[in-house]
């Protein structure tokens, strides 16, 4: 299974619907099935002083270190300034779990569906298997 490394809260954010595009600064071509690794780092300090986006989150929900959901990679698609502006007007929630800017990627998920039993596993850069 292809599978995705993410620091919390994003993992969980993808998790409970709340983000459905990852924000990456590269693009790819895989579509398809793809499941979430919460990664075993602990949230970064900025990401924990942003209390916008930490108060989409329950602290208590977060899962490091382990594979949490599934999802379909349906696009990547290059943001443009028009990209990143319909984002920020029409989903704040959206805008601030990611890093919109123009030249940047936004990779579309879609039918995200919760693990009911979380798969421990140790993480990896990029789009990775777990077997």
Same mark, same amino acid.
């Given at each position: 299974? %292809? $599978?995705l490394s993410l620091t919390e809260p994003y993992a969980t #954010? =993808?998790?409970n619907g709340i %983000?459905? /595009?990852e924000t990456r600064s590269w693009k790819t071509n895989y579509r398809g099935k793809l499941y979430i690794h919460a990664s075993s780092?602990? /949230?970064p300090k900025e990401y %924990?002083?942003?209390k916008e986006l930490m108060s989409l989150v329950d602290i208590n929900d977060l899962n490091y270190g382990n594979i949490i959901c599934s999802c379909e990679l349906v696009d990547c698609v290059e943001m443009t300034d028009?990209? $990143?502006n319909n984002v920020k007007n029409k989903n704040k929630n959206e805008y601030i779990t990611g890093i919109y800017s123009n030249g940047r990627y936004a990779w =579309?998920? %879609?039918n995200i569906e919760v693990l009911a039993n979380p798969i421990k596993a140790k993480g990896? #850069?990029?789009i990775w298997n777990y077997s």
């Open positions: 299974m %292809k $599978v #954010l =993808i998790k %983000k459905t /595009i780092t602990k /949230i %924990k002083n942003n028009e990209f $990143v =579309i998920l %879609k990896h #850069l990029g």
